[in-house]
């Protein structure tokens, strides 16, 4: 069924009627999704829309808006002797100063894991150790955060919550005004988690065209054109095109598990400054499992944004990765200057990996 | 050991109790947690970093393409 949804004629019809519904006008769609921009950039469909229709990518890379502050302070704790687990990507990324591969190399015990049970298990395994296992991701990631903190099955692993909100984001790329963005492309996977409800308030409170959209390349490109019948048309809805995992309600159960272990707090995005309302955080009863707490982890001065790094201005699609004089010069996926280079669904790494050089 | 920290489609081949053996396609079969959704075998569910995050409706998926052909060929024609 799949390659249904990688139908080639089917994508050159789409395209085609993409450019009939084109305006004259300038016309800007974001999406807030690394795997949106995997699939735009993978795909090559950018080179299938029109000149003027210019699709950018907005803060859905989870490893890359993690503060360093965050990433220093799992750092820490590793030098100290806890054993820290966490996702593959986010051990790559720099902190301040080092990233948790060099506090590797230095003698931390740092462990990848791909999923929040592994870190579980191996807790279990080595009771005689302190796990930390240091949880960041959007909305897809929390529930699983959730199910292991109520579990609570190694008495030796904590947790260092670093999970963060994908529509309040949203909201702060409204804010900044300048971007001038006329549709967002809303993420598939998160909205299976919440729903679209909480979308709501783009359509009626901003009048912003919203599309939540699946990861196929026919669902990115029939997004687009459903956005661009919006705009056409000069509406602003609420449309969901990824109707075989999105519902009016989501996944409830997931959403019970996210507010029974969490608050909902403000929070600082690395190069976006504080968003409000936008980070979890342990509820006071679970604060015996909180790694913050446990080992009384004070944040200190950090720094998010190396010299000549342009990561926060690619994070909300002021500039592109091509614009930014660090790109594939000093800064590569193997010497990586800052996380959106890094993570597989940072918007510079999947160009760079993709051999995306030149870009209008 | 697989790296997929993205969310991927799989096929619910066996379920004890949370959880679930599961068929990614291309030979490659994993375990998941299936605590967050009600899935039965054959079942497709969307696997993001070891838990099965929703049920995948194969009916909707259908009707998707359908409307897209439909609608393709229906304003071919304005």
């Known amino acids: 069924m799949l390659e249904k949804f990688r139908d080639r004629e089917l994508s050159l019809a789409v395209a085609e009627k993409i450019k009939r519904c084109m305006p004259e006008r300038k016309v800007k769609f974001c999406h807030v999704c690394g795997t949106h921009e995997w699939t735009i950039t993978h795909y090559g469909l950018r080179s299938l829309l029109p000149k003027n229709l210019e699709v950018i990518a907005g803060p859905g890379c989870p490893v890359c808006i993690v503060p360093s502050s965050e990433i220093d302070a799992a750092i820490e704790l590793a030098l100290e002797g806890v054993v820290i687990t966490t996702f593959g990507d986010v051990i790559n990324v720099p902190g301040s100063e080092l990233s948790l591969r060099?506090?590797?190399?230095?003698?931390?015990?740092?462990?990848?894991?791909?999923?929040?049970?592994?870190?579980?298990?191996?807790?279990?395994k080595e009771p005689d150790k302190e796990f930390v296992f240091f949880a960041i991701g959007f909305e897809t990631t929390a529930p699983s955060t959730a199910i292991e903190v109520l579990r609570s099955e190694a008495k030796n692993l904590r947790f260092l919550i670093s999970h963060r909100l994908i529509p309040p984001a949203m909201e702060l790329l409204l804010g900044l005004g300048e971007l001038e963005i006329d549709g967002f492309i809303a993420p598939g996977h998160v909205s299976s988690i919440i729903g679209l409800k909480p979308y709501k308030i783009f359509p009626?409170?901003?009048?912003?065209?919203?599309?939540?959209?699946g990861f196929e390349p026919l669902d990115v490109l029939f997004s687009i054109y459903m956005l661009l019948r919006q705009v056409r048309?000069?509406?602003?809805?609420?449309?969901?095109?990824?109707?075989?995992s999105v519902t009016w309600d989501g996944n409830v159960k997931a959403q019970k598990l996210i507010s029974r272990v969490f608050d909902v707090v403000s929070g600082r995005w690395r190069g976006l400054g504080v968003i409000p309302k936008s980070t979890l955080s342990l509820k006071k009863e679970y604060e015996h499992l909180d790694a913050r707490k446990f080992y009384k982890i004070k944040i200190g001065k950090s720094r998010d944004i190396y010299p000549g790094c342009c990561c926060h201005l690619i994070m909300v699609g002021k500039l592109k990765p091509t614009d930014c004089p660090l790109f594939m010069e000093d800064c590569t996926p193997q010497t990586p200057k800052g996380p959106c280079m890094v993570s597989i669904e940072g918007t510079c790494g999947i160009w760079a990996r993709h051999g995306v050089r030149l870009y209008r | 050991m697989f790296v997929m920290c993205l969310a991927v489609p799989a096929e619910v081949k066996e379920v004890r109790g949370h959880i679930a053996r599961v068929d990614f396609g291309g030979g490659l079969i994993g375990e998941v947690?299936?605590?967050?959704?009600?899935?039965?075998?054959?079942?497709?569910?969307l696997v993001h970093a070891g838990?099965?995050?929703?049920?995948?409706?194969?009916?909707?998926?259908?009707?998707?393409?359908?409307?897209?052909?439909?609608?393709?060929?229906?304003?071919?024609?304005?």
């Open chain 1, 102 to 124: 060099q506090a590797r190399s230095m003698g931390g015990d740092v462990r990848e894991v791909y999923s929040v049970r592994d870190a579980v298990e191996m807790a279990k």
């Open chain 1, 204 to 213: 009626e409170a901003y009048r912003m065209p919203t599309v939540i959209a």
């Open chain 1, 233 to 244: 048309n000069g509406e602003a809805k609420l449309e969901n095109e990824y109707t075989r």
């Open chain 2, 33 to 45: 947690d299936v605590t967050l959704v009600e899935a039965k075998v054959g079942d497709y569910v």
């Open chain 2, 51 to 78: 838990y099965a995050i929703q049920v995948l409706d194969k009916e909707e998926a259908l009707e998707t393409l359908k409307l897209w052909k439909e609608l393709l060929e229906a304003e071919q024609e304005l």
